[in-house]
């Protein structure tokens, strides 16, 4: 029998866990030498580089829907804390950073989590749709993430309406996952986020024109069952194109999902089943 982590013997061992990898972040921070993006302004820079609107109350298979209206409730609260945050040239984004800690003193209800692969609830769920916008948007610039988690490879809901390719979500924990990027441009970037009643909307915008253009898609997306369980396997990749000439500079793979399926199969796209 596979030996259980320290965390997983019991929700005191949790918690426990969880305080020591919030101090060791702590100290991580204080002396790791970055500059964190504090500034915030409610001027917006002159040009959008990018703008993606995430959809806040889904139809999710077998979750109490009580969760979703709490998840609109912490977006809510969590978006004057990063919309208008200004990321100068040598500056870090740290959304931990600049969000804290979301507690239910603060006002932030229960809401959905994923926990070794489980669906749980806890106090600030569903988070990391915020991080989600932020990764997708800053794909598109010339930013460089330097902290990234994801679901390890877990396909935990069926397709409802998705905008953007399967794979490329975060994972987030305060805080001991955190997301974070770095501007290494001479370009001044600014986020702007805000909550309507149906979206968590978000844009990127700059203090000048960016010299390229970024386009983030999947290849390769199929379903898989092997020996009786789904997988969901695809690639993404981002190509960088030359807005003068419109030639490619680069066309990476970011990273290749084989993914467990959680839910139901005859919530899987037939068409996509590979024989």
Same mark, same amino acid.
């Given at each position: ?102 507690? /239910?003193?603060?006002?932030? +209800?229960? #809401?959905? $989590? *994923?926990? &070794? ?9 569903? @988070? ?110 981002? /190509?960088?194109?030359?807005? +003068?000439? #419109?030639? $490619? *500079?680069? &066309? ?9 399926? @959680? ?13």
């Amino acid at each position: 029998m596979k030996r259980r982590l320290f965390c997983e013997i019991s929700p005191i061992t949790y918690k426990i866990s969880i305080t020591k990898e919030i101090f060791k972040r702590n100290i991580r921070n204080m002396f790791c030498g970055l500059k964190f993006a504090t500034d915030i302004t409610n001027e917006k820079l002159p040009v959008l580089v990018y703008r993606h609107n995430s959809l806040i109350r889904r139809k999710l298979n077998n979750v109490d829907l009580q969760l979703q209206e709490n998840k609109a409730v912490n977006l809510t609260l969590t978006t004057p804390k990063v919309n208008g945050v200004m990321i100068k040239p040598g500056q870090t984004f740290s959304f931990w950073n600049l969000v804290g800690n979301c507690t /239910k003193e603060k006002g932030y +209800k229960e #809401g959905l $989590t *994923i926990s &070794n692969g489980k669906i749980n609830r806890g106090i600030a769920g569903g @988070m990391c749709q915020f991080t989600n916008l932020l990764h997708w948007m800053v794909l598109h610039t010339p930013l460089e993430v330097i902290e990234y988690h994801h679901h390890n490879g877990i396909d935990m809901f069926p397709d409802f309406g998705r905008q953007v390719p399967f794979g490329t979500g975060t994972s987030i924990c305060y805080n001991s996952l955190d997301y974070m990027f770095t501007n290494n441009t001479d370009v001044t970037f600014q986020i702007i986020c805000y909550v309507t009643e149906t979206h968590l909307c978000g844009e990127i915008r700059a203090n000048k024109e960016i010299k390229n253009s970024y386009h983030v898609y999947e290849e390769d997306a199929y379903f898989e069952k092997r020996e009786g369980t789904y997988y969901r396997h695809n690639k993404i990749y981002r /190509k960088c194109i030359d807005k +003068k000439t #419109g030639n $490619t *500079i680069e &066309n990476k793979l970011l990273q290749e999902n084989n993914s467990k399926v @959680m839910y139901d199969e005859k919530f899987i796209n037939k068409e996509k089943i590979r024989s």
